[in-house]
């Protein structure tokens, strides 16, 4: 309905603007937006005309994979997604009227005039509204406090291109643009986004999640990023990949077409077997022109075997620039505490041979909507940005760390190692505590004196017996 709305909108300005047919139109909408119209059938597949049928059900449906093979490119998964979601088998004479309610909902709107943010946010709420159910099912959602931090943590600068590898709903490449367009006080910013995801149905997802967002300039590629990216390389890399995946070593990815993204940076950057976690960081790395961002597991920072030799390798070669550690209990699925890594292949001169640990375990509210959770509040936010953007140390939360006490440390990088939050100091009143001192004697002394007398009329009592 929205995106039928914005099309709508784009055919009218033009025919007033270039006093043209409905048909050129059409087509100049088509190019600058998403096709809806099938010129070889001469039809449109929008809101408008789908609903005209006593079908409606159907034909939104039908109408939906009939888009998908217009803008193969875009949507062309679409299809997929209707399958899946099982939508026509969803239609019975049961649930039709619950449709049709639906349907007269979204006819009474014109979504022409709102905001693109604004029914992208909706999209992004509906995701958020089963993101706990589908954190049972083992993914992983990011909170979206947790995105916009690691967003300004990179600050992407305009004219520049952002990755995903692991893009799920599409949320870190648009909060990117989101950053920007607010960084240039509104102006729309030139910025590439590109993500790619395993998951089908999900990429799909994201591409409607973009589209509503109204980002034009964007690809979302569908497959597995380890062992076969379809991506260039980006100025910045950013995500939030599965945690501890397991089934990646030197027997996949050792394969020739992806070998040297796990040997360039490390000799030997094979992962174990049960977990990916570095394997990722070296591919975000390998494709990264300037920074990277990831969230990884805590456990990542100090296991040993041969994750210790790939933090080593990168410590070695100074690509660490900051590791953040996260208050526990903010992700979905799981109440681990997760870190932000930031990496830079070219740090300023006064960051060289150093990384900056920030211990922000304590930097959380509790979630207004899931009792369960805690949540970046914006204060901790800035508080944490302005940390690494000074890269200075902090009192029990930041310190700035020589490579030469990391070596001393086995390269271990677990935050805590370094700094952990400075224990809140009691203020006292001293006139205030010396009088509650004073009561308390007094009160001891009364209880004494009671004590002695019972003790008196006791012996008196015997004495007399």
């Not at 920072?301 to 208050?327: Q, S």
């Given at each position: 309905?929205?995106?039928?709305?914005?099309?709508?909108?784009?055919?009218?300005?033009?025919?007033?603007?270039?006093?043209?047919?409905?048909?050129?139109?059409?087509?100049?909408?088509?190019?600058?937006?998403?096709?809806?119209?099938?010129?070889?059938?001469?039809?449109?597949?929008?809101?408008?005309?789908?609903?005209?049928?006593?079908?409606?059900?159907?034909?939104?449906?039908?109408?939906?994979?009939?888009?998908?093979?217009?803008?193969?490119?875009?949507?062309?998964?679409?299809?997929?997604?209707?399958?899946?979601?099982?939508?026509?088998?969803?239609?019975?004479?049961?649930?039709?009227?619950?449709?049709?309610?639906?349907?007269e909902l979204f006819n009474a709107y014109d979504f022409a005039e709102v905001d693109y943010d604004v029914i992208g946010d909706a999209y992004q709420w509906v995701l958020l509204y089963f993101a706990p159910e589908k954190a049972k099912e083992g993914e992983?959602?990011?909170?979206?406090?947790?995105?916009?931090?690691?967003?300004?943590?990179?600050?992407?600068?305009?004219?520049?291109?952002?990755?995903?590898?692991?893009?799920?709903?599409?949320?870190?490449?648009?909060?990117?643009?989101?950053?920007?367009?607010?960084?240039?006080?509104?102006?729309?910013?030139?910025?590439?986004?590109?993500?790619?995801?395993?998951?089908?149905?999900?990429?799909?997802?994201?591409?409607?999640?973009?589209?509503?967002?109204?980002?034009?300039?964007?690809?979302?590629?569908?497959?597995?990023?380890?062992?076969?990216?379809?991506?260039?390389?980006?100025?910045?890399?950013?995500?939030?990949?599965?945690?501890?995946?397991?089934?990646?070593?030197?027997?996949?990815?050792?394969?020739?077409r992806v070998r040297s993204i796990y040997t360039s940076l490390v000799p030997n950057g094979f992962t174990p077997k049960n977990t990916a976690d570095w394997a990722w960081v070296q591919l975000m790395l390998h494709y990264a022109r300037k920074k990277v961002?990831?969230?990884?597991?805590?456990?990542?920072?100090?296991?040993?075997?041969?994750?210790?030799?790939?933090?080593?390798?990168?410590?070695?070669?100074?690509?660490?620039?900051?590791?953040?550690?996260?208050?526990?209990?903010?992700?979905?699925?799981?109440?681990?505490?997760?870190?932000?890594?930031?990496?830079?292949?070219?740090?300023?001169?006064?960051?060289?041979?150093?990384?900056?640990?920030?211990?922000?375990?304590?930097?959380?509210?509790?979630?207004?909507?899931?009792?369960?959770?805690?949540?970046?509040?914006?204060?901790?936010?800035?508080?944490?940005?302005?940390?690494?953007?000074?890269?200075?140390?902090?009192?029990?939360?930041?310190?700035?760390?020589?490579?030469?006490?990391?070596?001393?440390?086995?390269?271990?990088?677990?935050?805590?190692?370094?700094?952990?939050?400075?224990?809140?100091?009691?203020?006292?009143?001293?006139?205030?505590?010396?009088?509650?001192?004073?009561?308390?004697?007094?009160?001891?002394?009364?209880?004494?004196?009671?004590?002695?007398?019972?003790?008196?009329?006791?012996?008196?009592?015997?004495?007399?017996?």
């Amino acid at each position: 309905k929205a995106v039928s709305d914005k099309w709508n909108k784009l055919v009218e300005e033009f025919k007033t603007r270039e006093n043209c047919s409905d048909e050129e139109a059409y087509l100049v909408a088509n190019v600058d937006y998403l096709t809806l119209y099938d010129e070889k059938e001469g039809r449109l597949y929008t809101w408008d005309e789908v609903t005209k049928s006593r079908e409606t059900i159907k034909e939104i449906a039908n109408a939906m994979i009939k888009i998908s093979k217009l803008n193969p490119e875009r949507l062309g998964r679409l299809e997929k997604l209707v399958e899946v979601l099982g939508f026509l088998g969803f239609i019975s004479p049961d649930n039709m009227h619950v449709l049709e309610e639906v349907v007269e909902l979204f006819n009474a709107y014109d979504f022409a005039e709102v905001d693109y943010d604004v029914i992208g946010d909706a999209y992004q709420w509906v995701l958020l509204y089963f993101a706990p159910e589908k954190a049972k099912e083992g993914e992983i959602y990011t909170p979206r406090e947790v995105i916009r931090l690691i967003v300004r943590l990179l600050d992407p600068e305009d004219g520049s291109l952002v990755l995903d590898p692991a893009c799920g709903s599409g949320a870190m490449l648009i909060e990117s643009r989101d950053y920007l367009v607010n960084k240039l006080s509104g102006k729309a910013p030139s910025l590439e986004l590109v993500g790619q995801e395993r998951n089908e149905i999900i990429a799909i997802i994201a591409n409607m999640n973009l589209i509503l967002h109204g980002i034009p300039d964007y690809k979302i590629y569908v497959g597995d990023s380890l062992l076969n990216p379809r991506f260039d390389r980006a100025d910045y890399v950013i995500a939030n990949p599965p945690w501890n995946q397991d089934g990646y070593s030197e027997d996949n990815l050792g394969t020739s077409r992806v070998r040297s993204i796990y040997t360039s940076l490390v000799p030997n950057g094979f992962t174990p077997k049960n977990t990916a976690d570095w394997a990722w960081v070296q591919l975000m790395l390998h494709y990264a022109r300037k920074k990277v961002g990831i969230v990884l597991d805590q456990g990542a920072l100090f296991r040993g075997g041969k994750e210790k030799g790939i933090r080593k390798g990168l410590v070695e070669r100074d690509f660490i620039e900051a590791v953040i550690l996260l208050p526990e209990k903010l992700f979905y699925n799981t109440g681990a505490p997760g870190i932000i890594m930031v990496l830079n292949r070219d740090k300023p001169e006064e960051r060289k041979n150093k990384i900056l640990f920030i211990n922000a375990s304590q930097e959380f509210e509790k979630h207004p909507e899931i009792k369960r959770l805690n949540r970046l509040g914006e204060e901790h936010i800035r508080k944490i940005v302005e940390a690494y953007r000074r890269f200075e140390d902090v009192d029990g939360f930041a310190r700035v760390v020589p490579l030469s006490e990391v070596r001393e440390k086995d390269y271990n990088l677990n935050v805590t190692l370094y700094v952990f939050p400075r224990e809140e100091e009691e203020e006292i009143e001293l006139a205030k505590e010396l009088e509650e001192l004073h009561e308390i004697e007094l009160r001891e002394k009364e209880a004494i004196e009671r004590a002695l007398g019972y003790v008196r009329e006791i012996l008196e009592v015997m004495r007399g017996g």
